[in-house]
């Protein structure tokens, strides 16, 4: 390898280096507030880089978003596709866990949905990958639901689960007056009620 290939790849790595710092700042950032209340300002303070730098890697705020959210979901899907795809018989406990365990391990990724989720897109010009990465997520529910051999609507059933999950994660993920210990174990009971309402449901 040639002196200039060396400095070719440090640089390269260098790059990709910037990159996920910026990633990681930004994925903090908009876990905190809403898409239109960050600015690429308080990126880039987050980041410890001048806000030019984010200019080098990402065209806009949108692009960045929409890149972070993208991602992230690419790894939670296929993690969620592999545990389904085994298809035993506690599938769906099986997707229920998955899916608390990680938006709580994750909770900046979770802030992220929740606040795309509650106050939409009106100020993204584009989203296309947001909207196909829905898309994918509700796909993979569905599966549970055909593996589980439900005869009701799987699109339905796929909407109501992703519902009642995100809606213990919103109600109980940061509830006042208990530990950490104490929200976990309260969401995991209440994960154990929806599993036991959903196999109801299907073998109605």
């Not at 296929?78 to 899916?99: P, Q, V």
């Not at 795309?116 to 549970?144: C, W």
Request: net charge positive; aromatic share 10%.
């Amino acid at each position: 390898m040639t002196k200039k290939d060396t400095l070719l790849k440090l640089k390269e790595k260098e790059r990709e280096q910037r990159q996920i710092l910026i990633i990681e700042a930004a994925r903090e950032v908009f876990g905190k507030d809403t898409y239109d209340k960050v600015s690429m300002a308080e990126i880039a303070n987050a980041a410890g880089i001048a806000k030019s730098s984010i200019y080098t890697y990402f065209k806009s705020q949108e692009e960045l978003y929409a890149r972070i959210a993208y991602q992230d979901a690419c790894v939670f899907i296929k993690e969620l596709e592999n545990r389904i795809y085994k298809k035993d018989k506690d599938i769906i406990k099986t997707a229920i866990e998955y899916f608390l365990d990680y938006y709580i391990a994750h909770e900046a990724q979770w802030r992220m949905i929740t606040h795309f989720a509650l106050h939409g897109n009106k100020d993204m010009g584009s989203v296309d990958k947001l909207n196909e990465i829905g898309r994918g997520l509700m796909d993979v529910v569905e599966t549970i639901f055909i593996y589980s051999g439900c005869k009701t609507d799987t699109r339905l059933m796929s909407h109501t689960l992703f519902s009642c999950l995100s809606g213990v994660l919103i109600a109980f993920r940061n509830y006042p007056g208990r530990s950490e210990k104490e929200r976990i174990i309260h969401m995991k009971r209440i994960g154990s009620v929806i599993e036991s309402m959903i196999i109801a449901l299907i073998n109605q």
